[in-house]
C-alpha cells in the first residue's frame, strides 16, 4: 500500500528553523516526482519545492532558506527550513506525483510566532 507519512511540524519563532520528513512505502522515491506543498488558512494549496527527473525545484518565497533532499535508502525525503516567518505558517504536504495520479500526505502544521 502506497503510503506517505509527513512529520517534524511543530511551533517556531520567526528566524528559526525546523526540519520535516516524509517517509514513503509502497514504492521508490527515487521514481517520478516527490515534493512539498504548503496550505496556509485561507489560501490554495501551493507548492514549495520538488525534485523531478532530477531537478530541484523552489517557489520564489523561499529560495535561499528551504532546501529539500532525499535519502534514498530510508526511502524519506525533507525540507530543511531555515529563516522561517509568518508568512511560512501552513499546513505541509508531502507529495508524490506520478503520470496518472499525485499521492499525498495527511500534513504536518508548521506554526511561525513569537
Known amino acids: 500500500q502506497l503510503q506517505l507519512v509527513e512529520s517534524g511540524g511543530g511551533l517556531v519563532q520567526p528566524g528559526g528553523s525546523l526540519r520535516l520528513s516524509c517517509a514513503a512505502s509502497?514504492?521508490?522515491?527515487?521514481?517520478?516526482?516527490i515534493g512539498w506543498y504548503r496550505q496556509a488558512p485561507g489560501k490554495q494549496r501551493e507548492l514549495v519545492t520538488d525534485?523531478?527527473?532530477?531537478?530541484?525545484n523552489y517557489a520564489d518565497s523561499v529560495k535561499g532558506r528551504f532546501t529539500i533532499s532525499r535519502d534514498s535508502a530510508r526511502n524519506t525525503v525533507y525540507l530543511q527550513m531555515n529563516s522561517l516567518k509568518p508568512e511560512d505558517t501552513a499546513v505541509y504536504y508531502c507529495?508524490?506525483?506520478?503520470?496518472?495520479?499525485?499521492?499525498w500526505g495527511k500534513g504536518t502544521l508548521v506554526t511561525v510566532s513569537s
Open positions: 507529495s508524490y506525483r506520478t503520470p496518472l495520479v499525485t499521492y
Open positions: 509502497g514504492f521508490s522515491l527515487d521514481s517520478y516526482s
Open positions: 525534485i523531478t527527473s532530477g531537478r530541484t
